[in-house]
């Protein structure tokens, strides 16, 4: 195993909007960009029992959540969206510039009656919909034409705040924006079912990547069809990057602030190339990827580290 050191030079300071506010959600889109939302004002987001604490979904006052994305290698405000009672945990852009506001979680009381937990925006922050996505929902990715990929932990796929049915019982589901099931993951090829969908990646609106528990393959399905796997011998990732046939993970269960790099082979075998280390990075905030690129959050800075930087 080779091991290998990056030092980069970041790419936005996010600190004069960090200072607006709380970060509550970082993410990319689907053309390689970032995205992200700051709740600015006093958060909301947990309740307090007897049982210790417990995610709230619904704030008791209306949130202002300031929407912001890169284009041209600046960071620039997308709108405000006022008086969001909604709790939110993420952000994606959809086509026309609509902004996609996710909680994680939703409720069911009953037939008919539970959490709508996808609000649809225009570029405005005009609300335009709101479409249910289910409970326990881990990482939110969307398309250019629009679909919009949920993936689930443990909780969303066997089931937890009233649903006895959970939405993401398959743990990756892909919509459409109307809230509309496109597509299901079903395991074939000798793959087991989902527990937990540990990390997506969307490359583009045919292909999508996951990676996920109980034996951590990483999965391609291209135009809603599961058609090849690797075993990857790393457990616990939160985030990974695809080049060709080469594949960079971030971390895992103790090695939370280093990148693994592995070769895609054939017989779904997947050859540990390389660990590299960040050396200008003095911890991982926060981590997200789409295609080719890693963004990562140290303090306000963002870095983004593409494959063919490791290879």
């Not at 506010?21 to 992200?36: C, D, M, P, S, W």
């Not at 960071?75 to 026309?96: A, R, S, Y």
């Not at 919509?175 to 993951?185: I, M, V």
Request: aromatic share 14%; glycine share 8%.
């Amino acid at each position: 195993m080779r091991e290998k050191e990056l030092k980069l030079e970041a790419s936005f300071d996010i600190a004069e909007f960090l200072v607006r506010g709380e970060l509550i959600a970082f993410n990319t889109t689907h053309n390689r960009e970032l995205v992200f939302a700051v709740a600015k004002k006093k958060l909301d987001y947990t309740d307090v029992g007897p049982g210790g604490t417990f995610p709230k979904i619904k704030s008791e006052e209306g949130q202002t959540y300031g929407i912001y994305y890169s284009t041209n290698n600046e960071i620039v405000h997308l709108t405000d969206i006022d008086n969001e009672f909604l709790n939110i945990h993420d952000v994606q852009l959809l086509p026309d510039y609509r902004i996609l506001l996710v909680c994680c979680r939703c409720l069911y009381r009953g037939e008919n009656d539970y959490d709508l937990n996808g609000r649809i925006y225009s570029h405005q922050g005009e609300f335009l919909d709101e479409i249910l996505l289910g409970d326990g929902i881990q990482n939110v990715q969307t398309t250019k034409t629009g679909d919009i990929w949920t993936s689930y932990f443990d909780e969303g796929i066997f089931g937890n705040y009233g649903w006895n049915e959970p939405v993401g019982s398959s743990g990756l589901i892909a919509w459409n924006d109307k809230g509309e099931k496109q597509y299901a993951f079903e395991p074939r090829l000798g793959l087991d079912f989902m527990c937990d969908c540990y990390a997506l990646n969307v490359e583009s609106a045919t292909t999508t990547w996951c990676y996920y528990y109980t034996e951590f393959p990483l999965a391609k399905i291209k135009n809603h069809e599961l058609v090849n796997y690797w075993d990857i011998p790393l457990s616990g990732c939160d985030t990974f990057a695809i080049h060709q046939n080469y594949a960079l993970f971030k971390g895992g269960y103790d090695d939370r602030d280093t990148l693994h790099l592995f070769k895609l082979s054939d017989n779904n075998v997947a050859k540990y190339q390389s660990r590299i280390t960040l050396g200008n990075i003095k911890q991982i905030d926060l981590a997200c990827a789409r295609g080719d690129t890693i963004f990562i959050l140290d303090g306000s800075l963002v870095y983004k580290i593409y494959v063919h930087q490791c290879l």
